[in-house]
Nanobody, 126 residues
């Protein structure tokens, strides 16, 4: 069975930082999957945040470029999202999702992921 699990969410002040973790299991060949981060705020549509194709190929939505960094740990089959300079607009439920390579992209968004995690909440408030 394939399972993705997000962790690391919490409540921070504007300008603060968080590091989200996506742990994976059941992906037979971890490095053969595109793994992306998504977010959804209450009453809003889900949007793509960042995607990791490999350690050398990463993509970001314009709204987070320069502030967020995605990375992957092959040994732990784990994906990270380092979020700096957080803004109130970043508050949302954050999800990780995966699709076998080759995957389709639109901007920083991974299209039609096969597997999803359950999400971790990020709150940004004064």
């Amino acid at each position: 069975q394939v399972q993705l699990m997000e962790s690391g969410g919490g409540s921070v002040q504007p300008g603060g930082s968080l590091r989200l973790t996506c742990t994976t299991s059941g992906l037979t060949t971890y490095d053969m999957y595109c793994i992306g981060w998504f977010r959804q705020a209450p009453g809003k549509e889900r949007e793509g945040v960042a995607t990791s194709i490999s350690s050398d190929k990463t993509y970001y939505d314009d709204s987070v470029k320069g502030r967020f960094t995605v990375s992957r740990d092959k040994g732990k089959n784990t994906l990270y999202l380092q979020m700096n300079s957080l803004k109130p607009e970043d508050a949302a439920m954050y999800y990780c999702a995966a699709h076998l390579i080759p995957c389709r992209m639109m901007g920083g968004t991974l299209l039609d992921p096969t597997y999803w995690g359950q999400g971790t909440q990020v709150t940004v408030s004064s």
